[in-house]
């Protein structure tokens, strides 16, 4: 990584007036969590059940939930063991002292990760749009009931017990509404049934940010940290997301997106890459 892309991204930061901050799985990296798509990720990995291989996707999927629900829980109740007995690393505590007191709490949080690690770091509930959904709630499988019930909130009495050698619950949770059971309120593969609601509204809320720094001329810099390179993914481009899915507006005052991502890139107008993971790139630059 030169030296000079370091020195220029801690001078556009520190002259910025806001920040939106757009995170993907190699946010949490430092602290433990798996990729999905990145040089160790998951995406292609078989991940072998009792006996037998399952693609992440395939365990992942609405269809799993369907047909199979007491091995996509236990496996789903492993994940979130992994996310509650770990903690946010140094970089999100870094990145929350910057912003508090450097910027005025002028910034937002994009992130497809469902670890809740931002909140649980400090950061504004109201400030972060997490667009698969967080682990942090649950739904019915029936997403009508979700529809009139809205989600419920995670307890540890909820988390199934599961068999940690075949990955299969032995127990699941009852939607207190319906006969149906409870899943994460989480986008999976093929989801037609993921009770977006809350995360609509976190998305206006997000939308409403950039166009409130737009209409006070405010220099804002994207910093995207761990998004990886494929398209699905929320990487960044002259201020818009490469993926349409979240149907985000191109931010107009863009002074500069900074890319943290290990992997090596091809250069791109107005992005600065810096060749460093979050903990490490945090400590850096800020």
Same mark, same amino acid.
């Given at each position: 990584?030169?030296f000079?892309?370091l020195k220029?991204s801690?001078?556009?930061?520190?002259?910025?007036d806001a920040l939106l901050?757009?995170a993907g799985? +190699?946010?949490?990296?430092?602290s433990?969590?798996?990729t999905?798509?990145?040089?160790n990720?998951?995406?292609?990995?078989?991940?072998?059940?009792?006996?037998e291989?399952?693609r992440y996707d395939?365990?992942?999927?609405?269809?799993m939930?369907?047909?199979?629900p007491?091995?996509?829980?236990?496996?789903?109740?492993?994940?979130?063991q992994?996310?509650k007995?770990?903690?946010?690393?140094e970089g999100?505590?870094?990145l929350?002292n910057?912003?508090?007191n450097r910027?005025?709490?002028?910034?937002?949080i994009c992130?497809?990760?469902?670890?809740?690690?931002?909140?649980?770091?400090g950061?504004e509930?109201?400030?972060?749009?997490?667009?698969?959904?967080?682990?942090?709630?649950l739904?019915?499988?029936?997403?009508?009931?979700?529809?009139?019930n +809205?989600p419920?909130?995670m307890e540890d009495?909820l988390m199934?017990?599961?068999n940690k050698d075949t990955?299969?619950?032995?127990?699941m949770p009852?939607c207190?509404?319906?006969?149906?059971?409870?899943?994460?309120?989480?986008s999976?593969?093929?989801?037609?049934?993921?009770?977006?609601?809350?995360?609509?509204?976190?998305?206006?809320?997000m939308?409403?940010w950039?166009?409130?720094?737009?209409k006070?001329?405010?220099k804002?810099?994207?910093?995207?940290?761990g998004? +990886?390179?494929?398209?699905?993914s929320?990487?960044?481009?002259?201020?818009k997301?490469?993926?349409?899915e979240w149907?985000?507006p191109?931010i107009?005052n863009l002074?500069?997106?900074?890319?943290?991502?290990?992997?090596?890139?091809?250069e791109e107008?107005?992005?600065i890459?810096?060749?460093?993971?979050?903990k490490?790139?945090?400590?850096?630059?800020?």
């Amino acid at each position: 990584m030169p030296f000079n892309n370091l020195k220029e991204s801690k001078e556009i930061i520190r002259n910025c007036d806001a920040l939106l901050v757009i995170a993907g799985a +190699g946010m949490s990296v430092d602290s433990g969590i798996f990729t999905y798509r990145g040089s160790n990720g998951i995406w292609n990995k078989s991940i072998r059940i009792g006996n037998e291989d399952y693609r992440y996707d395939e365990i992942s999927s609405l269809k799993m939930w369907k047909e199979y629900p007491e091995l996509a829980w236990g496996f789903k109740a492993n994940f979130y063991q992994m996310m509650k007995d770990g903690d946010p690393h140094e970089g999100y505590y870094t990145l929350l002292n910057y912003v508090k007191n450097r910027l005025n709490n002028n910034y937002f949080i994009c992130t497809s990760n469902i670890d809740n690690y931002f909140e649980r770091a400090g950061f504004e509930k109201d400030k972060i749009y997490e667009v698969h959904g967080t682990m942090k709630l649950l739904q019915c499988m029936d997403k009508k009931c979700s529809l009139r019930n +809205g989600p419920i909130e995670m307890e540890d009495k909820l988390m199934p017990k599961f068999n940690k050698d075949t990955f299969i619950s032995t127990s699941m949770p009852k939607c207190p509404y319906c006969p149906n059971i409870l899943r994460p309120n989480v986008s999976m593969f093929g989801d037609h049934d993921f009770y977006g609601k809350p995360y609509e509204f976190a998305r206006k809320k997000m939308e409403n940010w950039i166009n409130e720094n737009e209409k006070k001329d405010n220099k804002l810099v994207i910093l995207e940290i761990g998004c +990886g390179i494929n398209p699905h993914s929320l990487r960044m481009k002259d201020g818009k997301m490469l993926s349409g899915e979240w149907k985000l507006p191109k931010i107009k005052n863009l002074i500069k997106t900074i890319r943290l991502n290990p992997d090596d890139e091809q250069e791109e107008d107005n992005c600065i890459h810096i060749k460093l993971g979050a903990k490490k790139g945090l400590s850096q630059l800020m």
